[in-house]
């Protein structure tokens, strides 16, 4: 059973440019989450998708940043205009249906880097 | 308030030794802590996880030990190895909040010397 899989695993974008990040859930996973993990800090939640819905984006920046999970295939976390601060970790997890379970899985992640 | 506050920030163990992360938090209405383990440039690993209603938690060498009145919760690893070097991650769900939404701590880098 593969685990949770991102790519691009590096990622390096010019100032200005778009930076797409996808994410494939564990099989049998609908519930994803996006994370940022900046250097020696813990990880920062972003925004929890299910199936073609947003739960909760309480921590989205308000600008720029989207995020979306559709039907088929993998949710993609879409930075436009990327600036040097956007420069992170960005972790994805997934998490079963299943009442109650807090479970989340993570991938390895995608570190971008804008110069 | 929802942060958890966790330390040491770094720690070195002799091998054998038993390694202790500490981690403590405000919020009365988190539900569920869990321990991520992470090696450098891979992904948070879920290490062992509790719920407030249990006092311990023990999973081969790692015990979470949970204090509800206190609000804090720790890790120990037993017979720490050179292996678990890594850094450490406490966190907490909020029950109100939709089901997701982990809040972590700042992490322990464990040093664990031969």
């Known amino acids: 059973n593969a685990g949770v899989m991102q790519n691009p695993r590096h990622l390096v974008r010019r100032r200005g440019q778009e930076a797409r990040l996808r994410c494939s859930p564990m099989k049998g996973h609908s519930h994803v989450y996006w994370y940022r993990q900046l250097p020696e800090e813990g990880l920062k939640f972003m925004v929890y998708?299910?199936?073609?819905?947003?739960?909760?984006e309480s921590g989205m920046p308000k600008e720029r940043f989207s995020a979306e999970f559709p039907k088929e295939g993998p949710s993609i976390l879409r930075i436009q205009q990327v600036v040097r601060g956007d420069s992170a970790a960005y972790f994805c997890a997934s998490s079963p249906w299943t009442s109650g379970t807090s479970e989340q899985y993570f991938g390895p992640g995608t570190r971008l880097t804008v110069t | 308030q929802q942060q958890v506050k966790q330390s040491p920030q770094s720690l070195i163990v002799q091998k054998g030794g038993i390694s202790i992360i500490n981690c403590a938090y405000e919020n009365t209405a988190f539900d569920y802590f869990p321990w991520y383990q992470q090696f450098p440039g891979k992904g948070p690993a879920l290490l062992i996880a509790i719920r407030p209603d249990v006092s311990e938690k023990k999973e081969g060498r790692f015990t979470i030990s949970f204090n509800k009145s206190a609000k804090q919760f720790s890790l120990h690893i037993m017979d720490s190895q050179p292996g678990d070097s890594a850094t450490y991650f406490c966190a907490a769900r909020w029950a109100g909040g939709s089901q997701g939404n982990l809040i972590f701590g700042k992490g322990t880098k464990l040093s664990v010397k031969p």
């Open positions: 998708l299910q199936k073609e819905n947003i739960i909760d």
